[in-house]
């Protein structure tokens, strides 16, 4: 029973990735991630939440950019920790390198 619990669980978070809806994706992903910790779906888990928060980083007005693209990067640590030799490394390493660069460019824009 606990397993169709984690299924559902699992596929009502990513369901709003599907749809587009990073915010809610990440909310969502997040609290299935902590109702089911042990999950066999962890490291997909962990995988959208980084690249629902790259998405909404990458799909935000200019004044929310930063702070998005710095929790992307928050979330790559997290990621990356915990799944070193993932089979997503390489796409989470492309989105925490361009989410530094952007990050860093507006750090700079900032700084002038």
Do not use: C, H, W
């Amino acid at each position: 029973m606990r397993n169709k619990l984690v299924e559902k669980s699992y596929l009502n978070a990513k369901l709003y990735y599907n749809l587009g809806d990073y915010k809610a994706s990440i909310i969502a992903l997040k609290n299935s991630l902590n109702e089911f910790p042990d999950t066999k779906y962890r490291e997909e888990l962990l995988f959208l939440i980084l690249k629902s928060t790259y998405l909404l980083a990458d799909n935000s007005i200019q004044s929310k950019r930063k702070q998005r693209f710095q929790d992307t990067i928050d979330e790559y640590f997290t990621f990356i920790s915990e799944f070193p030799e993932s089979n997503y490394k390489k796409e989470a390493q492309k989105m925490y390198e361009m989410a530094m660069n952007i990050a860093g460019t507006t750090e700079q824009t900032e700084q002038l």
